[in-house]
T-cell receptor
Framework: DGGITQSPKYLFRKEGQNVTLSCEQNLNHDAMYWYRQDPGQGLRLIYYSQIVNDFQKGDIAEGYSVSREKKESFPLTVTSAQKNPTAFYLC?????????????FGEGSRLTVL | QQPVQSPQAVILREGEDAVINCSSSKALYSVHWYRQKHGEAPVFLMILLKGGEQKGHEKISASFNEKKQQSSLYLTASQLSYSGTYFCGTGAGLTGTASKLTFGTGTRLQVTL
């Protein structure tokens, strides 16, 4: 079955540590996205990529980094510079030529900083 | 600026109807609706484009009033499976627009027996 796989589902981190969240898709989509979800704040875009080896900052990119070395993979690193990293992180993908603009989401990774 | 959704939460009995509104302070080209069940990934419901076209998806339909810069999601004869959080995403374009989407804060819908 095609879809998006995020791992780990739950992650605990000590302050000052970097952590990397994995996102893999087998939908052959060109575009991939990372969103952060906090209670009562909806989804906010962190980074997105429309092509391999290229990515753009979203609305809240500070303290995060990404890479896009393969079409299928778009890992997100939460660095120690992110002041409030505890959140639910969602990865998504979409085809660039879609006439619906539909986003396909993974099931998310919940990061807790201790 | 995030679109504003109302109500923030609603509880329905099975079979009742509900309306969820999404309003933006900016001119819109498209409005996207998603539903997220607890602990699951958001799922795409529909997209509405500039032109006010109403769309339908089973017993869930939506309208888009570009003059008022708002969209409404209509849930008819609600079922238990409709429970979840509904998000609207407002966009400035169509193709590749996910990077231009701004999501609302969500409306929590609970359907009870």
């Amino acid at each position: 079955d095609g879809g998006i796989t995020q791992s780990p589902k739950y992650l605990f981190r000590k302050e000052g540590q970097n952590v990397t969240l994995s996102c893999e898709q087998n939908l052959n989509h060109d575009a991939m996205y990372w969103y952060r979800q906090d209670p009562g704040q909806g989804l906010r875009l962190i980074y997105y990529s429309q092509i391999v080896n290229d990515f753009q900052k979203g609305d809240i990119a500070e303290g995060y980094s990404v890479s896009r070395e393969k079409k299928e993979s778009f890992p997100l690193t939460v660095t120690s510079a992110q002041k409030n990293p505890t959140a639910f992180y969602l990865c998504a993908s979409s085809p660039l030529d879609s006439n619906t603009g539909e986003l396909f989401f993974g099931e998310g990774s919940r990061l807790t900083v201790l | 600026q995030q679109p504003v959704q109302s109500p923030q939460a609603v509880i329905l009995r099975e079979g009742e109807d509900a309306v969820i509104n999404c309003s933006s302070s900016k001119a819109l080209y498209s409005v996207h609706w998603y539903r997220q069940k607890h602990g699951e990934a958001p799922v795409f419901l529909m997209i509405l484009l500039k032109g006010g076209e109403q769309k339908g998806h089973e017993k869930i339909s939506a309208s888009f009033n570009e003059k008022k810069q708002q969209s409404s999601l209509y849930l008819t004869a609600s079922q238990l499976s409709y429970s979840g959080t509904y998000f609207c995403g407002t966009g400035a374009g169509l193709t590749g627009t996910a990077s231009k989407l701004t999501f609302g804060t969500g409306t929590r819908l609970q359907v009870t027996l």
